[in-house]
């Protein structure tokens, strides 16, 4: 192409030229953006209008080229500079094949993309509903630990209270007893007092009886001996 616009000498051409080789590599740019373009749809769409808008300026260059080429007065200039229109319109036809495939490849990788945060949404939703029951079952066991706990502890008091009770029945009983000890006590030091005197009263007695026996003894002895002997 340069070879050919140097045979022309035509500034025009040249530029011409290198306007259709510029946009040429934009579009081959702009393809690959669109390949690449992880979405959303929006972006794809105003990646598309800019190659678009490319294709719009790459075509008039084209026609211009022609239109110069079929000014040329000669063949041979004429025909070379044809054959670079064509070589460009085949190239832009490629460009537009690989534009298209650029966005169907795009617009699958977007729409699967799409799919799996739909998907990703649906399980985050079945997660988080998973953990709402998950802590609505863990609230209502916490409930019912509470609950538990709370009758154990009312248990507890119940049975505090009895021991309470049959501590304060235990003591009464103990301070009766006391009482009836106390009673007992005194009764039995009665008692020892009266045996005491009753024992002394017995040695009285038996010591009385020792000595009037004694005496009957020495009655009967004397009165004998006045009897038998009243000699002596």
């Known amino acids: 192409m340069a070879a050919a616009a140097a045979a022309t000498g035509s500034v025009p051409v040249r530029v011409c030229h290198q306007e259709i080789v510029k946009f040429d590599l934009e579009i081959k740019a702009a393809v690959q953006d669109i390949r690449d373009c992880p979405g959303p749809l929006s972006a794809l769409t105003e990646l598309n209008a800019a190659v678009k808008e490319k294709f719009r300026h790459l075509r008039g260059r084209i026609q211009e ?5 079929r000014e040329q007065d000669k063949e041979s200039e004429k025909q070379a500079l044809l054959q670079e229109v064509e070589n460009h319109k ?26 799996d945060q739909l998907l990703q949404g649906r399980d985050s939703l079945r997660q988080r509903k998973t953990t709402k029951e998950s802590l609505a079952e863990s609230a209502s066991n916490i409930t019912e630990s509470l609950m ?9 008091v119940q049975q505090s ?8 029945n235990s003591s009464r009983t103990i301070l009766e007893a006391n009482e009836e000890f106390k009673s007992m006590s005194g009764t039995i030091q009665l ?21 009037a026996l004694a005496l009957f ?14 000699f002596l």
Request: aromatic share 6%; charged share 25%; with cysteine.
């Open 65 to 69: 080229l022609e239109q110069m080429a």
């Open 161 to 168: 209270e009895e021991t309470v009770q049959t501590l304060a």
């Open 90 to 115: 085949k190239q832009m036809l490629s460009n537009q094949a690989a534009w298209r495939k650029a966005n169907l490849a795009c617009k699958i990788a977007i729409d699967n993309s799409e799919k």
């Open 191 to 211: 008692g020892r007092k009266l045996i005491t005197k009753y024992n002394r009263r017995e040695l009285t007695d038996k010591l009385l009886i020792f000595l």
């Open 217 to 230: 003894l020495a009655t009967v002895l004397y009165i004998l001996k006045k009897r038998l002997f009243p």
């Open 148 to 156: 538990s706990i709370s009758r154990m502890m009312s248990q507890q």
